[in-house]
């Protein structure tokens, strides 16, 4: 069974830089729908980022301009770049494959434990 791991996190402060790292132990990021989601405590998973296999980005408002998702197929690993970091930034950082519907994105597989990231003011 297919599984990721996330990496990266860690605490820095605001207006620093992080780069997000997701591996997955298969191929499934060749053909597939990478996507960043982030949870904050006590809130929802929330869409951060997508990437199509052919290299598509779509980002959440809340950090366009300031994240950047990247893919590497050979590795099949997903990345994100996060700039500027915000205080409201912090939270736990997931990674998955995904099918998109419509206006929504269905994760292809269980979650993993995510990375956290912590921005101070």
């Known amino acids: 069974q297919v599984h990721v791991v996330e990496s990266g996190g860690g605490l820095v402060q605001a207006g620093g830089s992080l780069r997000l790292s997701c591996a997955a132990s298969?191929?499934?990021?060749?053909?597939?729908?990478g996507a960043w989601y982030r949870q904050a405590p006590g809130k929802q998973r929330d869409l951060v980022a997508t990437?199509?296999?052919?290299?598509?980005?779509n980002y959440a408002d809340s950090v366009k301009g300031r994240f950047t998702i990247s893919r590497d197929n050979a590795n099949n690993t997903v990345y994100l770049q996060m700039n500027n970091l915000k205080p409201e930034d912090t939270a736990v950082y997931y990674c998955?494959?995904?099918?998109?519907?419509?206006?929504?994105?269905?994760?292809?597989?269980?979650w993993g434990q995510g990375t956290q990231v912590t921005v101070s003011s």
């Open positions: 990437i199509t296999s052919a290299g598509s980005t």
């Open positions: 298969g191929s499934v990021f060749s053909f597939n729908t």
């Open positions: 998955n494959a995904v099918v998109v519907v419509s206006t929504t994105t269905v994760p292809l597989l269980g």
